[in-house]
Structure formats: C-alpha cells, structure tokens
C-alpha cells in the first residue's frame, strides 16, 4: 500500500507539470480521487488522504467545493481559485499560485466551457 501511495503521489506531481489551467470541469462519481494538504509555515510537510468524496461532481471558479473524507467527516471547504486538467485528471485548488500545496484531485474529469 505503500508503494502504490509514492507511486500516485509520482503520478500526480509529474502529470500536473502539463497540466492547463481551466475554469470549469465535471468528474463521475467513480473516479480516483485524493486531497493533499500542506502546512502553512512548513509548507514541504504534506498529509495526502485518498478516496475523498465531494459534495458535488462538477466545479467552477470561484465555487465552493466541500470534501469528505471516506467516513464521510468533513475534511475542507474551499473555494476554487485554481483548476488544472490533464488527459482526464483535474486538481481543483483554493491557492491561485502556480505552485499549489493543497488541492483536491479526481479522474474521469472533462473540462466544460473552455
């Protein structure tokens, strides 16, 4: 279990590095969904929890977005400030830098209205 979280995280991290930014996206129920979060001060020391849920499948910006985790407990509402897409995979973020720490992420994404 391990290896295949180092393995998603890889994953993650060199996908987004061709990602485009977007400003609308839908997603299925189904997909491969994660939600990172970093510390503020020390921003290189980051939780990943897989398998989150949101309360919707589709997001703009300047929408708000709430995550679950798998149990179903709260985890974060955010409010979208930044969307990247790549070959079916989104990162919707509330950070609108380019270097984003916290993010939810899913599969089965499609971008609308770009």
Do not use: H
């Not at 295949?4 to 994953?11: E, G, M, N, P, R």
């Not at 510390?39 to 910006?61: A, G, R, Y």
């Amino acid at each position: 279990m391990k290896n295949f979280l180092l393995i998603f995280l890889f994953l993650l991290i060199a996908n987004k590095s061709f990602a485009r930014e977007v400003t609308s996206v839908s997603w299925s129920y189904n997909g491969d969904t994660g939600y990172n979060s970093c510390m503020m001060i020390l921003s290189f020391i980051c939780s990943f929890e897989p398998n989150v849920k949101s309360d919707k499948f589709s997001t703009s910006i300047n929408e708000f977005i709430v995550i679950y985790n798998k149990n179903d407990e709260l985890i974060k509402k955010l409010k979208v400030k930044k969307i990247e897409y790549n070959n079916g995979r989104c990162w919707i973020t509330n950070q609108p830098i380019r270097k984003y720490k916290t993010y939810f992420t899913t599969d089965n994404c499609e971008v609308l209205n770009d």
